[in-house]
């Protein structure tokens, strides 16, 4: 479950982190129809470094916050 803040919001430069991974990784691979669709980004809250995740049921180390696409795409428009 998406971890946020007691006003349900994201730190804004982690939701920015995160929105940058995975518009890039949209950019490298344009093919909709073709690519692999991830769930979210799980980020650290300390480093601002994330990587995308795919599975259902994602695992989360202790520092780590889930972004999901949906918020993401939320976020962006």
């Not at 940058?20 to 909709?32: E, G, L």
């Given at each position: 479950?998406?971890?946020?803040?007691?006003?349900?919001?994201?730190?804004?430069?982690?939701?920015r982190?995160a929105?940058?991974?995975?518009?890039?990784?949209?950019?490298?691979?344009?093919?909709?129809?073709?690519r692999r669709?991830?769930?979210?980004?799980?980020?650290n809250?300390?480093?601002?470094?994330?990587?995308?995740?795919?599975?259902?049921?994602?695992?989360l180390?202790?520092e780590?916050?889930?972004?999901?696409v949906e918020?993401?795409?939320?976020?962006?428009?």
């Amino acid at each position: 479950m998406p971890q946020s803040n007691s006003n349900g919001l994201f730190d804004p430069a982690l939701l920015r982190a995160a929105q940058d991974i995975y518009s890039f990784y949209c950019q490298v691979n344009p093919d909709r129809e073709r690519r692999r669709q991830p769930i979210g980004v799980a980020m650290n809250k300390f480093s601002y470094r994330g990587k995308l995740i795919f599975s259902s049921y994602p695992i989360l180390l202790p520092e780590e916050r889930f972004i999901s696409v949906e918020q993401l795409e939320a976020e962006y428009h």
